[in-house]
């Protein structure tokens, strides 16, 4: 039988196909990262290895400090961003990193993506907010990400002459959270082409939010989500 960490292993393989399917990543950048839910662990991407050759156990298993627990490779360049989110987030199951074109020429420009269509209100609550520029090496990407989305409707976070952040309950979420995030970046992008894409109210994005987020879809129980 399959231990929890050899399905969490399995999933986060498989997620990573997922970021190949939608266009999301080039080369090996992009990662994706889960908690191993009661236990003070995750499991991410390791560094270096094309997206053909990932398979559930070339997965790296570490603590929440970073530390390699288990696998053949070093973790992912990233694994200290993941790890502070879930110090510091306990809600979150779940993180992705990518560089997807149109939401990095966001993040390129330190702009925000308006919530100016309702897939975005309905996923994002709100615009798609900027964090701060952070090189890698220390917590300051973990911090920035940590800093801009507590409290923050978005699922998602634009980090500075950088590329995307997401979080979720779980991987799966904060794969979706991506995938939306480079889709409404795409068409807000080309929306503005022609013209200023149109302001929703405010009521209307907290309605459907609110929706989405509470009534939406197959439930499994009163304001699943
Ligand atoms: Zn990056």
Redesign the pocket.
Same mark, same amino acid.
């Given at each position: 039988m399959s231990s929890p960490i050899d399905l969490i292993r399995r999933q986060v393989s498989d997620l990573h196909q997922e970021l190949v399917r939608y266009n999301l990543v080039v080369w090996t950048?992009g990662n994706v990262s889960a908690r191993i839910p009661g236990e003070d662990l995750m499991v991410i991407k390791p560094s270096g290895v094309s997206y053909d050759e990932l398979t559930p156990d070339a997965m790296i298993v570490c603590d929440l400090d970073g530390t390699v627990v288990a696998g053949e490779h070093n973790p992912s360049s990233?694994t200290a961003a993941h790890a502070y989110v879930y110090r510091h987030m306990p809600e979150v199951g779940g993180v992705v &990193?990518t &560089?997807s074109t149109y939401a990095s020429a966001w993040a390129a420009r330190g702009e925000a993506v308006p919530c100016v269509l309702t897939a975005m209100a309905d996923e994002f609550g709100a615009e798609i907010p900027v964090g701060p520029f952070a090189l890698?090496g220390d917590d300051s990407i973990g911090r920035g990400i940590v800093d801009t989305l507590r409290g923050h409707r978005s699922p998602a976070v634009l980090m500075k002459s &950088?590329?995307v952040f997401t979080i979720g309950k779980d991987a799966k979420a904060a794969v979706k959270a991506a995938v939306m995030c480079e889709d409404v970046a795409r068409t807000v992008h080309i929306s503005r082409q022609l013209g200023e894409p149109q302001p929703i109210a405010q009521a209307d994005i907290d309605h459907l939010n609110h929706r989405y987020q509470n009534v939406y879809g197959q439930q499994t129980a009163p304001a699943a989500r």
């Open positions: 950048a990233d &990193h &560089h890698i &950088h590329g």
